[in-house]
T-cell receptor, first 113, second 114 residues
Framework: SQTIHQWPATLVQPVGSPLSLECTVE??????LYWYRQAAGRGLQLLFY??????ISSEVPQNLSASRPQDRQFILSSKKLLLSDSGFYLC????????????FGPGTRLTVL | AQTVTQSQPEMSVQEAETVTLSCTYD???????LFWYKQPPSRQMILVIR??????QNATENRFSVNFQKAAKSFSLKISDSQLGDAAMYFC???????????FGPGTRLSVLP
């Protein structure tokens, strides 16, 4: 069966520090991968999605970036965090066919102080 | 661009009663999927139900059913015999066939009163 992992589960970082959140998927090949951010009490905002290694599409311009160095690995990064980067970050994957459903990871709670 | 609207930020229901959550969307496409996701306090996103736009029959999953009105671009979720474990944020989502990303609504927070 497929599983999706995210780490760390929680993170507290000072403003201006770098960020690296990791997401890995097991049990499937060639997935679509997604990074979402959920601000407190808000809906999900799509940040990045990837259809293959090295292929990243950005939905929202910001100081965050994403990379996909391996088929089932998706990394969210920042060189300098802002206070507004605080939130709950969710990674998700979906199969690359007509029929689609997104499977979500457990999420990372990021607090920028 | 596609948009998904959930006009009810919060709702409450008595245990064992029925509640309906509203969702409308805007698209010019004819082939797409609609979803309802549940996010309990654990923050884990869980798929509740999905509907293919080409199917006229409304999807049903146990106590959860939808009222899909394609012409009106409406996709409401009905929860019957509400249980305390149903308390969560509920997100309506849209996915366009041949598209690559989902569009989520802002969510409805459902409280279940004992």
């Amino acid at each position: 069966s497929q599983t999706i992992h995210q780490w760390p589960a929680t993170l507290v970082q000072p403003v201006g520090s770098p960020l690296s959140l990791e997401c890995t998927v097991e049990g499937t090949s060639n997935p679509n991968l997604y990074w979402y951010r959920q601000a407190a009490g808000r809906g999900l905002q799509l940040l990045f999605y990837s259809v293959g290694i090295g292929q990243i599409s950005s939905e929202v311009p910001q100081n965050l970036s994403a990379s996909r160095p391996q088929d089932r690995q998706f990394i969210l990064s920042s060189k300098k965090l802002l206070l507004s980067d605080s939130g709950f970050y969710l990674c998700a994957w979906s199969v690359r066919r007509n029929y689609n459903e997104q499977f979500f990871g457990p999420g990372t709670r990021l607090t920028v102080l | 661009a596609q948009t998904v609207t959930q006009s009810q930020p919060e709702m409450s229901v008595q245990e064992a009663e029925t509640v309906t959550l509203s969702c409308t969307y805007d698209t010019s496409e004819s082939d797409y999927y609609l979803f309802w996701y549940k996010q309990p306090p654990s923050r884990q996103m869980i798929l509740v139900i999905r509907q293919e736009a080409y199917k006229q029959q409304n999807a049903t999953e146990n106590r959860f059913s939808v009222n899909f009105q394609k012409a009106a671009k409406s996709f409401s979720l009905k929860i019957s015999d509400s249980q305390l474990g149903d308390a969560a944020m509920y997100f309506c989502a849209y996915w366009e066939v041949y598209g690559q990303n989902f569009v989520f609504g802002p969510g409805t927070r459902l409280s279940v009163l004992p």
